[in-house]
């Protein structure tokens, strides 16, 4: 080995791994500004239009009495039992909406009567009916009147909502 030989490999390895790490840092920002559908990856579904956003703006929500006779014979939201029995059934029942949910994937709104939403009834509003309906966000903690269908799903009672006169805000 000469003199200087060893200055020489460590100044080639250093050089080596400056370009190695730019290598690196390029293809990674290359792949960083790539779309994932390049590499076969699944993107993950971006939010669709909430009920919010497409909601109608000339359709508004009827109301009725805690007199009239749909109110006083309509089921509380809390009577699961009650509601199983109505499946296949029309009918109606009541409470006060304490949330809407509306999931990620944007192809529903489900009205929630209860914090612990397992143990009230729930009525569904699927996407193809979102432009149907005034905005659902103001019924929150508002009481209402959901009539229509009862129908089974996962072994509950609900409602799924397809026209607006299904909702009546409770004066």
Known sequence: MWIGEDSVMKNALSSLG?????????????????????????????????????????????????????YTIA???????????????KGAFKGTVSMLFE????????LDFDPQYRTALTAVLMKAEFAKFPDLKPLEGKEILVSGSFVDYQGKAQIVLTDPAQIRIVK
């Not at 999931?103 to 489900?110: A, F, K, Q, S, Y």
């Open 18 to 70: 400056l370009l190695a790490l730019i290598l690196i840092n390029s293809t990674c920002l290359w792949a960083a500004a790539t779309p994932y559908r390049s590499f076969g990856w699944q993107e993950r579904d971006s939010p669709k239009a909430s009920q919010h956003a497409v909601a109608s703006k000339t359709v508004a929500f009827g109301s009725v009495s805690k007199t009239d006779e749909a």
């Open 103 to 110: 999931p990620r994937d944007g192809n529903l709104v489900i």
């Open 75 to 89: 089921l509380d939201a809390h009577d699961l039992a009650g509601a199983y029995k109505k499946v296949g059934q």
